[in-house]
């Protein structure tokens, strides 16, 4: 896994994603497993997919390895996604304007909301009763 490559970091929720790019046969692999593999939800791997198509760019020209960690299946996913569109920045200047105007480089800034004192959750009280 030598020669250059473009890296980009993803983030959603609790969720971290490392994303290479670099010159190669077309092969996806995320956690040391191929993107279809890891992601069996339907609609993930084409999520995780839509860099390439905005930039127009053919994924068999390129590898792209992914490290994840932390979070869910859609947080996972999502951020993923942030760090190709990332990493797509870097490997062509002139693809900002593309990724931004899908929403693809914009940070997902929804996370969860804390549990507050006399409450059971973040916004769910206790049952009421009256005697």
Same mark, same amino acid.
């Given at each position: 896994?030598?020669? %250059?490559?473009?890296e980009g970091i993803g !983030?959603?929720?609790?969720s971290?994603?490392?994303? !290479?790019i670099?010159? @190669?046969?077309g =092969?996806f692999? /995320? =956690?040391?497993k191929?993107l #279809?593999?890891?992601?069996t939800?339907l609609g993930?791997?084409?999520?995780i997919?839509?860099p390439? =198509?905005?930039t @127009?760019?053919?994924q068999s020209?390129?590898?792209v390895? /992914? #490290?994840v960690k932390? @979070?869910g /299946?859609?947080? %996972?996913?999502?951020? /993923?996604?942030l760090g190709?569109?990332?990493?797509?920045? *870097?490997l062509n200047q002139?693809? #900002?304007?593309v990724? !931004?105007?899908d =929403?693809?480089?914009?940070r997902d800034p929804?996370v969860?909301?804390?549990?507050?004192p006399g409450? *059971?959750?973040?916004r769910k009280a206790?049952?009421?009763?009256?005697?």
């Open positions: 896994m030598s020669g %250059q490559y473009y !983030r959603r929720k609790e971290t994603a490392r994303v !290479r670099m010159q @190669g046969e =092969n692999t /995320v =956690n040391e191929t #279809i593999e890891y992601f939800r993930d791997a084409q999520a997919l839509e390439f =198509n905005s @127009g760019e053919n020209q390129y590898d390895t /992914v #490290i932390g @979070g /299946v859609t947080g %996972q996913a999502t951020a /993923v996604q190709l569109a990332r990493a797509f920045t *870097k002139d693809y #900002i304007t990724l !931004r105007k =929403n693809l480089l914009t929804r969860k909301e804390r549990k507050k409450l *059971k959750r973040a206790p049952t009421y009763t009256k005697r």
